[in-house]
């Protein structure tokens, strides 16, 4: 069979403009544990993933809570979405009660065989900007796989930390994070759904909520540094209710390796640069 020319799709591009509330990104802390910015003071890193909602209306979003491909996102079929990492440079951070605004453009599309079936990989650019001015630069890497059953087992041994927190991805967690990011996809949430249609034995936890994680636990463990680069990738998916283990370790002068790992082996890693 021929492979479909996503060539169309290329440099496809959406702006979406919001507020960085103060009263959700109280909602953002209140999910995640932590203090909530007030006006007028930074928005903390990876929040902004909580903000610039898309504007499909209930109606219309796909039977995995998605919303429909097609529109910006090139047509996938029954393919399975899923979150496979990205890369952030931090510029400087937004300010929580101003308007920004988040542009998008489809950079790159691939179809290659994998062990599973065919997949389709879509990277996506965000620029996320106040007064004019790039706050931060994003690439998101988005697959989108075969309906098959997911690898869920873990075969990168975890290195030895110096620092690490312990994760209980409780269903309210689960929850209040779909909720903030308004995040529609039945995986993190229905159980039916995510056993029954996609395989999985149990809810997963969210990609970027590992991701937040992460670099949370680095600024507890490091509040005097300054993060300027993060790069995150997904090796299999962490699922709910089994406790997980944030943690990294700074490999040089400027950069540091983090990781979520279960039962000893690698489930998501990523690679953050620092100034002192």
Do not use: C
Request: neutral net charge; glycine residues 6%.
């Amino acid at each position: 069979m021929t492979s479909p020319d996503y060539s169309s799709w290329l440099n496809r591009s959406i702006t979406i403009p919001s507020t960085i509330d103060a009263e959700h990104a109280k909602r953002v802390a209140l999910a995640l544990n932590v203090s909530a910015p007030l006006t007028g003071e930074p928005l903390p890193w990876l929040w902004q993933w909580a903000f610039f909602v898309d504007s499909t209306i209930t109606s219309e979003i796909g039977a995995d809570g998605h919303p429909p491909t097609g529109d910006f996102l090139p047509p996938t079929g029954t393919r399975i979405r899923m979150w496979a990492g990205g890369r952030l440079d931090f510029v400087k951070p937004l300010i929580v009660g101003l308007p920004a605004t988040k542009s998008s453009t489809i950079t790159h599309i691939l179809e290659k065989q994998g062990r599973q079936g065919k997949l389709i990989f879509v990277t996506v650019k965000h620029e996320y900007m106040q007064h004019g001015a790039v706050a931060i630069s994003e690439e998101q890497d988005i697959v989108y796989r075969e309906p098959s059953r997911p690898n869920l087992v873990g075969t990168e041994p975890s290195p030895e930390p110096q620092w690490h927190e312990q994760i209980q991805p409780t269903s309210a967690l689960l929850f209040r994070y779909s909720a903030v990011t308004f995040n529609s996809h039945r995986i993190h949430y229905d159980y039916p759904y995510v056993t029954k249609k996609e395989n999985y034995p149990n809810v997963v936890v969210h990609g970027p909520l590992i991701a937040t994680l992460m670099l949370q636990s680095f600024q507890n463990a490091h509040p005097t540094k300054r993060i300027r680069r993060f790069a995150f990738r997904g090796i299999r998916p962490l699922i709910a209710p089994a406790e997980f283990t944030i943690a990294g370790q700074i490999t040089s002068d400027d950069k540091a390796t983090l990781w979520a790992e279960q039962e000893n082996t690698l489930a998501h890693q990523a690679i953050l640069h620092f100034d002192q």
